[in-house]
T-cell receptor, first 113, second 113 residues
Framework: NAGVTQTPKFRVLKTGQSMTLLCAQD?????MYWYRQDPGMGLRLIHY???????AKGEVPDGYNVSRLKKQNFLLGLESAAPSQTSVYFC????????????FGQGTRLTVV | GDSVTQMEGPVTLSEEAFLTINCTYT??????LFWYVQYPGEGLQLLLK?????DKGSNKGFEATYRKETTSFHLEKGSVQVSDSAVYFC????????????FGAGTTVTVRA
């Protein structure tokens, strides 16, 4: 059982380049979330989805877009990367209201130069 | 909005010492409370949780009690091991916020043999 899988695990981008981070879960979870982790700031929510075809903004959505075309996948896009987007990105999913334990991916370390 | 404040680190302990990490929260509804742990190079994983006032979560020798009167969820372990070295995050989520997790800044714990 793979759980939550993020690809890629590492990436270096030049300022202005674009990329997509993929999150895939095989647990049939309804809710999925993208967080970024920065030193001394905990994890901050970027965007999230409460089901297939839905997305919503989190705490720090600027510069990011997301899509949830399939229930098992949640994509995070950076259209024009900036150095301020250098961070570790984590995807998480939960079953739903009956069980709110979040399962996290291993993270993607992104550096924008 | 919802927020979590936890004890700043880093915390360095000797093996078999007592560990406590303070966590307080602010929430408008009736949140569930969590402690997540992050080992080096890994994603976050659930350590324990409590879903209502006076509930005690416990796992791997760690305990935390949901105290509504003091809005606290302090983490404790009576005798730490080197393998407990990690970053610990206090977090909350609530149905009215689509179960989005609000995290504290994290506390780095190092246990020395």
């Amino acid at each position: 059982n793979a759980g939550v899988t993020q690809t890629p695990k590492f990436r270096v981008l030049k300022t202005g380049q674009s990329m997509t981070l993929l999150c895939a879960q095989d647990m049939n979870h309804e809710y999925m979330y993208w967080y970024r982790q920065d030193p001394g700031m905990g994890l901050r929510l970027i965007h999230y989805s409460v089901g297939e075809g839905t997305t919503a903004k989190g705490e720090v959505p600027d510069g990011y877009n997301v899509s949830r075309l399939k229930k098992q996948n949640f994509l995070l896009g950076l259209e024009s990367a900036a150095p301020s987007q250098t961070s570790v990105y984590f995807c998480a999913s939960i079953v739903g209201p009956m069980n709110t334990e979040a399962f996290f991916g291993q993270g993607t370390r992104l550096t924008v130069v | 909005g919802d927020s979590v404040t936890q004890m700043e680190g880093p915390v360095t302990l000797s093996e078999e010492a007592f560990l406590t990490i303070n966590c307080t929260y602010t929430a408008t509804g009736y949140p569930s409370l969590f402690w997540y742990v992050q080992y080096p190079g890994e994603g976050l994983q659930l350590l324990l949780k409590a879903t209502k006032a006076d509930d005690k979560g416990s796992n791997k020798g760690f305990e935390a009690t949901y105290r509504k009167e003091t809005t606290s969820f302090h983490l404790e372990k009576g005798s730490v091991q080197v393998s407990d070295s990690a970053v610990y995050f206090c977090a909350l989520s609530d149905r009215i916020n689509d179960y989005k997790l609000s995290f504290g800044a994290g506390t780095t714990v190092t246990v020395r043999a």
